[in-house]
């Protein structure tokens, strides 16, 4: 059994070493992206049973964005749930014997994370303009600024840790219990494994949400005012 | 005997049982006022267990640290 934070190349292509996790991740964006583009080919008012349930995936993931960002799931649709789709068929990928999760190594998690960051500050200089991005650290007070700096960076590597520790321990302890008792014993924690890929998926896409949601409803011009005089009216 | 790999043994070993404790006390803790608030208010059930979902994470974030940290000492022990 290998070290769990150690990758090891596959073979060079040139001067660049490639590994398994990149490899499988480029099985599976090509088989995302054929998927997506041979499911939509024929696009018919009166869907086929596949575009029923492809709709039925984008509405789920749209009600979902709607509920959790508060705001029409239009712009986010694509990062979001794309991010969901492609970590659960990463965490899922230990089912086809001989892959490893690529989720399972630092790499390909921090390379997400990443992603996640860049949205973050993509989508708040869109909806707020790159000062109003910038007032999104001073808010609630000014005194926030140090504490509202070390929590982007930090969100960041907790997003990265949480989703590379629980797809490895899942495949570690995998890995453990195979090598103690034999044939059958491992695959209850194979199905709790998918729980977990599938869990950790949905979190990653959630937070993903709930970081660009806060960033964009925080930058706003005196949203707390807005929020206070809306109420007042109601009544 | 090298003592060094007997402390970072013995470091994760602390780190990792330690470590669950407090997370463990908290996710029951949140599961057992989740369950209340769905046994109150079946009709909220959705919302309620999404956000169950999203504090369980944060929650296990910190065992999730310490587990790295074990594996740390154990596989990647920058001193050993």
């Known amino acids: 059994m290998t070290a769990p934070l150690t990758t090891e190349p596959l073979f060079t292509l040139g001067p660049v070493s490639i590994s398994a996790p990149v490899v499988v991740t480029w099985a599976l964006m090509a088989l995302l992206l054929a998927g997506s583009v041979l499911a939509t080919r024929r696009l018919a008012l009166k869907p086929s049973t596949l575009q029923a349930a492809l709709e039925m995936v984008v509405e789920t993931i749209d009600g979902q964005i709607r509920d959790i960002m508060q705001a029409e799931p239009g712009p986010y649709r694509a990062f979001i749930g794309t991010l969901f789709i492609y970590i659960l068929l990463a965490n899922w990928s230990s089912l086809m014997p001989g892959v490893e999760p690529p989720t399972a190594h630092l790499e390909t998690d921090a390379a997400l994370a990443l992603l996640v960051f860049l949205a973050v500050i993509l989508f708040g200089i869109r909806a707020n303009g790159p000062l109003g991005y910038l007032k999104s650290f001073a808010a609630p007070t000014v005194l926030m600024i140090p504490l509202n700096l070390v929590e982007t960076i930090t969100r960041s590597l907790s997003l990265v840790v949480r989703l590379f520790g629980n797809v490895m321990s899942g495949v570690f302890v995998i890995g453990i219990v195979l090598s103690l008792a034999g044939l059958f014993v491992p695959i209850p924690l194979m199905a709790l494994d998918l729980l977990t890929g599938a869990v950790q998926a949905y979190i990653f896409a959630v937070l993903a949400a709930v970081f660009i949601a806060g960033t964009i409803s925080e930058g706003r011009p005196d949203a707390a005012e807005n929020l206070q005089t809306s109420e007042r009216k109601t009544p | ?80």
């Not at chain 2, 909220?44 to 074990?70: D, H, N």
């Open chain 2, 1 to 80: 005997m090298n003592w060094l790999a007997f402390a970072s043994i013995l470091g994760a070993a602390l780190a990792v049982s330690f470590g669950a404790i407090g997370p463990a006390l908290a996710e029951g803790r949140a599961v057992a006022s989740a369950l209340d608030a769905i046994a109150r208010q079946p009709e909220a059930a959705s919302t309620i267990s999404r956000t169950l979902f999203v504090g369980l994470a944060m929650i296990e974030t910190t065992a999730i640290y310490c587990l790295v940290v074990a594996l740390l000492l154990l596989f990647a022990n920058p001193f050993v």
